[in-house]
């Protein structure tokens, strides 16, 4: 079995007691590992009959289609994970993210019913031909190199050829923030600024109160550098991811 499976963690407990207008899923980095990834979803026979990743995600997503408010199903998507830049990074297999998953969650999308995935792969610079178009600066020889994979990699922040860096999380925050956008014709209420900051005040072991102080010192700088600087300043300690702080990002645009 996987070494960590998320309907064992605390994050699932969390998840089904309670109830949501807008639920995004996005599986796979992790499945990526080669000791958790299943010869059954190879290409190109991975489907829901044959692969095991499949079952079980569309699985979690029956769970989520019963978890709106008020009883009616929220509004749900799926997304298909950021590329992987370094073959074998935290015991990933790099086709898994850059062959696999691009093609295998469309497919879970249509047989759950779902719109077409948030297509965080292609907007994080993954395409279908990555082996010759890594983004600019960013080859196998070099993902661990500061500055040399834009979005992945840069001098003061992560540099391990899998987590997005600054820039490359407000990507990410602005692809979902597009797609909530799109949606808000179909959408009775899209998440709201202080279910994110009560999002970024659990990462954070606070409260909202202090959690908004976080995002109200970032947001008020007009450089990212300086954002993030007073992020810290006003409270959240080092070790919070920078990521978080598109929390902020995305529930200041609605």
């Excluded at 190879?42 to 044959?50: F, G, I, N, R, W």
């Excluded at 994080?124 to 994979?149: E, F, V």
Aim: charged share 15%; net charge negative.
């Amino acid at each position: 079995g996987a070494d960590s499976p998320y309907w064992q963690r605390d994050q699932y407990k969390q998840f089904i007691s309670s109830t949501f207008d807008v639920v995004i899923v996005m599986l796979g980095t992790n499945d990526a590992k080669h000791q958790n990834w299943p010869m059954n979803c190879s290409l190109p026979d991975a489907s829901a009959e044959t692969c095991t990743v499949v079952q079980d995600y569309l699985a979690l997503l029956d769970v989520a289609k019963t978890k709106g408010v008020g009883g009616k199903a929220p509004k749900l998507a799926v997304m298909t994970p950021p590329p992987l830049w370094k073959d074998g990074a935290y015991a990933m297999n790099q086709s898994v993210l850059n062959d696999v998953m691009p093609l295998v969650v469309p497919k879970i999308a249509a047989a759950a019913a779902l719109p077409a995935p948030i297509d965080v792969y292609s907007a994080l610079g993954g395409t279908p031909d990555w082996r010759k178009t890594y983004p600019a600066g960013c080859t196998p020889a070099n993902t661990s190199q500061p500055a040399a994979c834009a979005l992945f990699c840069a001098a003061d922040e992560s540099c391990d050829a899998c987590h997005p860096d600054d820039d490359g999380y407000l990507v990410l925050a602005q692809t979902v923030f597009d797609w909530l956008e799109s949606s808000r014709t179909i959408v009775s209420r899209v998440p709201s600024a202080p279910a994110l900051l009560d999002a970024l005040a659990a990462v954070n072991n606070s409260d909202a109160t202090a959690a908004e102080a976080l995002c109200a010192g970032a947001l008020a700088n007009a450089t990212k550098a300086d954002a993030l600087a007073a992020f810290h300043a006003a409270g959240a300690p080092a070790a919070l991811p920078h990521g978080c702080y598109f929390l902020c990002v995305i529930g200041a645009g609605l």
